[in-house]
T-cell receptor, first 113, second 114 residues
């Protein structure tokens, strides 16, 4: 049981490049979400999903796209990377019957030059 | 507006002493409150939550938290700190009832000194 797997662990991009951060879970969780963690700002919700085909915006959605075609996968897309998107990105999952994000991946450290 | 505050960037405590990490919140309606811990280069780990019921909530690794409605606080506590408790701690609140949006505090770094 792998839990929540995020790939890649590290990535460096140039401004304007596109990229997809991958998140997969093997627990059949309906709820998945993406957060970014910045120093002094805690975690901020980017997008979330409560099931395949259902997504919604969080606190800081601009510059990011998501889709949920399967229960297992919830990729985060940066269409045109900007230096302000340099951050550590975390994916989390849980059942919708649980009140909170229960399982987190180990993060993707993204630098935009 | 919904918010959560962790007023201390860092808390230092001697091993064996009790520890408290503070959290205050502002939400409309009944709050759903949570504590998480983060070790270096890892994702967050869920510690405990308050939804309803007893104001003293017990969680993982000997941690507990006390919900105080009048003071709008949800402080994390442990009777006897361990060096291995040194980590970054986050308080979080569910945005509003019936949603899956969560607001996290800015985090408090706990340092337990041997």
């Amino acid at each position: 049981n792998a839990g929540v797997t995020q790939t890649p662990k590290f990535q460096v991009l140039k401004t304007g490049q596109s990229m997809t951060l991958q998140c997969a879970q093997d627990m059949n969780h309906e709820y998945m979400s993406w957060y970014r963690q910045d120093p002094g700002m805690g975690l901020r919700l980017i997008h979330y999903s409560v099931g395949a085909g259902i997504t919604d915006q969080g606190e800081v959605p601009n510059g990011y796209n998501v889709s949920r075609s399967t229960t297992e996968d919830f990729p985060l897309r940066l269409l045109s990377a900007a230096p302000s998107q340099t951050s550590v990105y975390f994916c989390a999952s849980s059942t919708t019957g649980t009140a909170q994000p229960q399982h987190f991946g180990d993060g993707t450290r993204l630098s935009i030059l | 507006a919904q918010s959560v505050a962790q007023p201390e960037d860092q808390v230092n405590v001697a091993e064996g002493n009790p520890l408290t990490v503070k959290c205050t919140y502002s939400v409309s309606g009944n709050p759903y409150l949570f504590w998480y811990v983060q070790y270096p280069n890892r994702g967050l780990q869920f510690l405990l939550k308050y939804i309803t019921g007893d104001n003293l909530v017990k969680g993982s690794y000997g941690f507990e938290a006390e919900f105080n409605k009048s003071q709008t606080s949800f402080h994390l506590k442990k009777p006897s700190a361990l060096v291995s408790d040194s980590a970054l701690y986050f308080c979080a609140v569910r945005y509003t009832s019936g949603t899956y949006k969560y607001i996290f505090g800015t985090g408090t770094r706990l340092k337990v000194l041997a």
